[in-house]
C-alpha cells in the first residue's frame, strides 16, 4: 500500500508540475510592480552581462521620484537603478545590482500558432496569473495574441515553450465595428491584444529617476 501510495503521490507531483510548469520555473523573476495608484507587471531579463526590471513605459511614467515599488513574488523589494527607455515603444527597464535569476530573450522570429504563456497581475489584484495562449500575427515591433490578458497584465513577460521572452503584453484595441460589413463574423470585430517585441530595441537613459 506505502509504494502505491508513493506512486500515486509521484504521478500528482509529475501532473502538476506539467500543468504549472511555466509559473514553477518563472517565479524567482516575476514582479508585482505599484507606481504612485497604478499597478502591473515587470520581470528580470539578462541582457549581456547585466540583469534588468522590465515593464511598460504606461505602467510608470507619472509616478514620483521613489514611487516606483517593484516586489517579486518571494516578498523581496527590488532596489531599482538607472531608468531607460525604449526609443519610440512603450518600454522602460531599471537596472538591478548583481546577478539574480533572469529570463532571456528570443531571438529569432516567432511563428503564427506558436504557443505562449503570459506570466502577470491580472486585474491588478497583486497574484501572478498564468495565461495561455497562441500567436495570431507577427510584425517588426510587435506580435499579436489571444491569450486573454487584461489591465494590471501591462509588462507582462510572454513567454513560448522554451520559457525565452518573446514579447511584453502590452495593449487592447477594441476593433469592435458592427457597421463595417467586412468584419462581421471575423476575429477582428472585437478586441485585440498586442506585445512588444524586444528585438533591436534603442535604449536611452530616461530623465526620471525612481
Known amino acids: 500500500?506505502?509504494?502505491?501510495?508513493?506512486?500515486?503521490?509521484?504521478?500528482?507531483?509529475?501532473?502538476?508540475?506539467?500543468?504549472?510548469?511555466?509559473?514553477?520555473?518563472?517565479?524567482?523573476?516575476?514582479?508585482?510592480?505599484?507606481?504612485?495608484?497604478?499597478?502591473?507587471?515587470?520581470?528580470?531579463?539578462?541582457?549581456?552581462?547585466?540583469?534588468?526590471?522590465?515593464?511598460?513605459?504606461?505602467?510608470?511614467?507619472?509616478?514620483?521620484?521613489?514611487?516606483?515599488?517593484?516586489?517579486?513574488?518571494?516578498?523581496?523589494?527590488?532596489?531599482?537603478?538607472?531608468?531607460?527607455?525604449?526609443q519610440g515603444l512603450d518600454l522602460v527597464r531599471f537596472a538591478l545590482a548583481g546577478p539574480m535569476p533572469a529570463f532571456v530573450p528570443e531571438r529569432n522570429v516567432p511563428d503564427i500558432g506558436e504557443t505562449i504563456t503570459i506570466l502577470g497581475n491580472s486585474d491588478g489584484r497583486g497574484v501572478v496569473t498564468e495565461i495561455r495562449g497562441h500567436i495570431l500575427g507577427v510584425g517588426p515591433q510587435q506580435i499579436e495574441v489571444d491569450a486573454p490578458f487584461v489591465i494590471g497584465n501591462s509588462g507582462s513577460p510572454v513567454l513560448n515553450r522554451a520559457g525565452r521572452v518573446v514579447g511584453v503584453a502590452s495593449y487592447l484595441r477594441n476593433c469592435r465595428d458592427n457597421s463595417d460589413w467586412s468584419k462581421k463574423n471575423t476575429r477582428y470585430n472585437g478586441v485585440r491584444r498586442f506585445a512588444i517585441r524586444l528585438n533591436a530595441v534603442r535604449w536611452i537613459a530616461s530623465a526620471t529617476s525612481n
Open 1 to 86: 500500500m506505502g509504494r502505491r501510495l508513493g506512486q500515486f503521490s509521484a504521478y500528482l507531483d509529475q501532473t502538476f508540475r506539467k500543468r504549472d510548469g511555466g509559473f514553477a520555473a518563472s517565479k524567482d523573476k516575476l514582479a508585482i510592480i505599484v507606481a504612485g495608484s497604478k499597478t502591473g507587471t515587470g520581470f528580470i531579463l539578462r541582457d549581456g552581462n547585466r540583469c534588468w526590471l522590465y515593464t511598460n513605459a504606461h505602467v510608470v511614467d507619472g509616478a514620483a521620484p521613489g514611487e516606483v515599488r517593484a516586489t517579486l513574488i518571494g516578498n523581496t523589494t527590488l532596489s531599482l537603478g538607472e531608468r531607460q527607455r525604449a
